[in-house]
């Protein structure tokens, strides 16, 4: 499968606890985004990785959310402290630079907070 | 923030008939895409129109574009059941891929 792979696919956890998502977009790809999505709603964006380089990061991304990209390949996205507000559909998408008209998306992880 | 609208949130129809759903926008665009998001799964992307083309076909798809109501148009037509899902649109004001979606409009085709 070539696509891009998020896990887990779904995680439970108790409020105040910390979680990690991973995302491996498709390989070729030079841009990495995280989108942020709740029940009936669009997705919204999170952050976005040129390569390495985490470019831009969203109000929505508060203090207790980080993102890295260390190699340029997969990235991961923390959240510490979760609060039940974080409950969400936490989307990857992957694209080449010169082509940002089309991304292509991740299942997705969907995160439960207690 | 989000931004725009799409109407109706919710359609169903029988399997066979056509499917049109509306998108408004707020900001100026360089293109408007459409997106599919199938039940708990990621969203694909279906088709994208430019802000100086009016209409997009491909395959059972079309799309309009007016700029000066700032506003698109989808059109599914001879629906299938496997047409179930869930239709975004999406504007990149920055061209960085950084994506404003509408709310969606969650389709129901019955077969």
């Known amino acids: 499968d070539t696509g891009v792979s998020q896990n887990p696919r779904h995680k439970i956890t108790k409020r105040g606890q910390n979680v990690t998502f991973r995302c491996d977009p498709i390989s070729e790809h030079n841009r990495l985004y995280w989108y942020r999505q709740t029940l009936g709603q669009g997705p919204e964006f999170l952050t976005y990785f040129q390569n390495e380089a985490q470019l831009e990061k969203s109000r929505l991304l508060s203090d207790r959310f980080s993102a890295e990209r260390p190699k340029g390949s997969f990235s991961t996205l923390e959240i510490q402290r979760t609060e039940q507000g974080d409950s969400a559909m936490y989307l990857c998408?992957?694209?080449?630079?010169?082509?940002?008209?089309?991304?292509?998306f991740g299942s997705g992880t969907q995160l439960s907070v207690l | 923030s989000q931004q725009g609208e799409e109407d109706p949130q919710a359609l169903s129809i029988q399997e066979g008939e056509n499917a049109t759903m509306n998108c408004s926008y707020k900001t100026s665009i360089n293109n408007l895409q459409w997106y599919r998001q199938n039940s708990g799964r990621g969203l694909v992307h279906l088709i994208l129109i430019r802000s100086n083309e009016r209409e997009k076909h491909s395959g059972r798809l079309r799309v309009t574009l007016d700029t000066s109501k700032k506003s698109s148009s989808l059109l599914i037509t001879a629906s299938r059941a496997a047409d179930t899902a869930s239709y975004f649109c999406a504007t990149d004001p920055s061209n960085t891929g950084k994506l404003i979606f509408g709310q969606g409009t969650t389709l129901q085709v019955k077969p």
């Open positions: 998408a992957s694209s080449l630079t010169g082509k940002v008209e089309k991304l292509f």
